[in-house]
């Protein structure tokens, strides 16, 4: 969790070099506004930061937004409503793939693992990788592509 924590917030600090400063009653700290995909219980050691209050020590009024795909994620950090990102590498992938002038890098590994479950409607003792043939898999939300195996 230290580790998370740290990569985090030299994600967000290394950001805020590039950022302006907001003015009010915050100007002495740096506006950094971070979309994430979804909230997920891999970013909990972030969240707990955010309310600690741990980024205004260290200088940034941190605005964290849900953007709820990372679709919509890519699309704000590259309309510029978003300054940095949390999200996997298929969107950025998909924008690179289409010869864009401005794409966006992913440069940091937040998570060893990805924050997917496989779950059941009923439980099923001693499961196996087998047990999915012939069933259609929907990955991470309604709308996304069906996967048949």
């Known amino acids: 969790m230290k580790k998370f924590l740290s990569l985090a917030l030299a994600a967000v600090l290394t950001l805020s070099l590039f950022t302006g400063c907001g003015s009010g009653e915050n100007s002495n700290l740096t506006k950094v506004t971070l979309s994430e995909v979804a909230h997920s219980i891999f970013y909990a050691p972030m969240y707990v ?3 600690e209050g741990y980024f205004e020590e ?4 941190l605005e ?3 953007a709820f795909g990372a679709d919509k994620v890519t699309t704000a950090v590259i309309s510029g409503e978003a300054d940095i990102a949390f999200m996997g590498s298929e969107s950025t992938i998909y924008v690179y793939n289409q010869s864009a002038d401005d794409y966006l890098v992913n440069f940091a ?3 060893q693992r990805a924050g997917n479950f496989m779950v059941a409607r009923e439980p099923m003792d001693n499961f196996s990788w087998k047990d999915l043939k012939g069933s259609y898999v929907l990955g991470g939300r309604k709308g ?3 996967i048949s195996m």
């Not at 260290?58 to 009024?61: H, Q, W």
């Open 49 to 51: 930061a955010i309310e």
């Open 58 to 61: 260290e200088g940034i009024d």
């Open 64 to 66: 964290l937004v849900t």
């Open 109 to 111: 590994q937040l998570t």
């Open 144 to 146: 996304v592509v069906h």
